[in-house]
């Protein structure tokens, strides 16, 4: 007797259960959070670039007549020119530029140097000596302005460029030397002991080996330290003294007229263009400066 076979059934179709749906949920949420709060931020962060940019573009009495917020009703470029004439624009950025590469160069070499003593060499008692350098962080920059107006009038540093690259230099090099020990913390010691075992001295394999592979915590700390000292105005109002050695924050001073009147749109155009190369160094080198930032997070 031959049975028939029996119909397959198909299998039951388990639908999704709701924890797996709220797994799926959630991630989709967060992408979505995370997208609207960056979107958030660089509104904040490029609408005043956009809004500077725009009123450097507004004639006077469009922006005094006018709404300061609103888009403008004819552009013009004559307060560029007029920036110009008004101050010695010129000259103020080549001080500030002068400033900021002597300070960067001092913050470079020493900083590197002494995070090599402590962190590489090591010695007794480096640590503290590492702490001692943290201390600095919190020491505000005010100060040293009074105990360094009599010295540098003893010894004749004021109203000079090294009145202002020295104590520049000196409250940034904390926050490097810090920098410069957290990146060399995850080099590999075996580097530094294969160079020993081949004969290089310390002196080389700093120059060799340590200086090749800190470039882009170099440019990390260039850049971070650049923005400040691009816009000190503390030591530069309080060292300076002749109209030749201002830097650009000083220069700004210039705009302010008879009676306390401010030219607005022509210091809203000097303002851009002191603040476009600090801008175009921080687009070419902010991939640096991350991996920079970056590279003490992750070892080897």
């Given at each position: 007797m031959i049975t028939q076979a029996?119909?397959?059934?198909?299998?039951?179709?388990?639908?999704?259960?709701?924890?797996?749906?709220?797994?799926?949920?959630?991630?989709?949420?967060?992408?979505?959070?995370?997208?609207?709060?960056?979107?958030?931020?660089?509104?904040?962060?490029?609408?005043?670039?956009?809004?500077?940019?725009?009123?450097?573009?507004?004639?006077?009495?469009?922006?005094a007549s006018g709404d300061p917020f609103a888009l403008p009703s004819s552009l013009t470029w004559e307060n560029y020119a007029r920036a110009f004439e008004t101050g010695d624009l010129g000259r103020n950025i080549m001080n500030s530029f002068i400033v900021t590469m002597g300070a960067n160069i001092l913050i470079v070499l020493l900083g590197m140097m002494a995070a090599y003593a402590i962190q590489v060499l090591g010695f007794r008692l480096s640590k503290l000596v590492r702490g001692l350098f943290l201390i600095g962080i919190i020491v505000p920059v005010q100060i040293a302005l009074v105990p360094l107006f009599i010295d540098y009038s003893a010894v004749n540093l004021l109203d000079t460029y090294q009145s202002m690259i020295i104590p520049l230099a000196g409250f940034s090099l904390p926050m490097s030397i810090y920098l410069f020990c957290s990146f060399y913390e995850?080099?590999?010691?075996?580097?530094?002991?294969?160079?020993?075992?081949?004969?290089?001295?310390?002196?080389?394999?700093?120059?060799?080996?340590?200086?090749?592979?800190?470039?882009?915590?170099?440019?990390?700390?260039?850049l971070v330290n650049s923005i400040f000292i691009w816009n000190d105005f503390i030591f530069a109002n309080t060292f300076v003294l002749s109209e030749e050695l201002k830097t650009i924050p000083l220069g700004l001073q210039n705009y302010i007229g008879a009676m306390g009147k401010v030219d607005w749109t022509a210091t809203f155009a000097a303002v851009c263009v002191t603040i476009t190369p600090l801008l175009l160094v921080f687009l070419v080198l902010n991939k640096a400066m991350i991996q920079g930032l970056e590279s003490g997070a992750t070892k080897g």
């Open positions: 029996a119909p397959a059934v198909p299998p039951a179709v388990v639908p999704p259960r709701p924890a797996a749906r709220r797994r799926r949920r959630r991630p989709d949420l967060f992408r979505t959070l995370s997208r609207v709060l960056i979107m958030l931020i660089v509104i904040v962060q490029v609408y005043p670039l956009a809004w500077l940019f725009l009123t450097s573009l507004r004639t006077e009495q469009d922006f995850y080099i590999p010691k075996e580097t530094y002991e294969a160079a020993s075992l081949d004969g290089a001295g310390p002196y080389r394999i700093f120059g060799l080996i340590t200086l090749p592979l800190s470039l882009n915590t170099v440019v990390t700390v260039v």
